[in-house]
């Protein structure tokens, strides 16, 4: 049987303590990884039944001894079409291409965000050599910047390639390094970030530290310059690359990134010149971290390969802010 054709089924009985609740919010209190949206949609697809009868209506209060069976259908993997997007190619032979990918743009296809991402545009400018390597999803992509982050990517070409680089991966022999504008000052100048990253049990869309499973994440980061107690520019050094990596590392000292619409934490008392650029001339998803460093060894020829990129405009305007005002 093809794992495309397996149903998720769950059965779930409602309590006295539960008597009252909307049937979507009870619904996700008792399947956490499902948010309200998915509830909702299963809802409307005749996916949940209630007592035995399809349930409809995510607002009808739950009663004590009531039980709700869900099925979840099978996911069905979009095949990416290209798309005639430009490119910001840094760097281009037969098996690797280095892109600077800017900020808003999506890695790979995902729900919510179809098309309009790298493996779009990647698929037309590369032709149908792409398209088999690393799967149909997420062909020649070795690793990923998250929507809201600009900077260094490379993609493998082939199947050579795609393996070579994500060995180095594997064997954290391919160096990432960041630029990220944090708000306040890291106490310590240099330091190491190290704590397992898994997802968050309070809030299933985040990523945070855990200290039960999750996977190991090491983060080197050194103070490059403080713009009085206010914010600051830091470079952070990835041993390893799990997901939002830099993002949770960071708030997890108290320094989260600045427009990380995520996890960003503002100080209470921030300057109106501040907040008035953040509000007219920062995108509202857009976090203040670029991979401005990419280095690896080349698949075929054996030569250390080392790119970098300077920080994009919307960085360097934050930085003229911070700087201008001598914020302390």
Known sequence: ?????????????????????????????????????????????????????????????????????ITIPPSVEAIPEPEDIPLDIIYEDVDVVVINKPAGMVVHPAPGNPNKTLVNALLAHCGASLSGINGVKRPGIVHRLDKGTS?????????KAHQSLSQMLTDRSMSRIYQAVVWGVPTSTTGSIEGHIGRSP???????????????????????KAFGLLASLVECRLETGRTHQIRVHMTSLGHSLIGDPTYGRKPKKRPDELDYFLLTHWHKDRTALHAYQLKFIHPRTGKEMLFECPLPGDIRELLDVLESHHYV
């Open 1 to 69: 049987m093809n794992n495309s054709d397996i149903k998720e089924r769950y059965t779930v009985y409602a309590t006295k303590q539960d008597e009252g609740l909307r049937t979507d919010k009870f619904l996700s209190k008792s399947l956490p990884d499902l948010t309200r949206t998915r509830i909702q949609q299963l809802l409307d697809t005749g996916h949940i039944l209630m007592d035995g009868k399809p349930a409809k209506s995510p607002s009808k209060k739950v009663q004590e001894n009531q039980f709700f069976e």
């Open 151 to 159: 900077g260094l990517i490379v993609v493998a070409k082939n199947d």
């Open 202 to 224: 309070k809030n299933r869309k985040k990523m945070a530290l855990v200290s039960k499973g999750g996977k190991e994440a090491i983060t080197h980061y050194k103070t490059l």
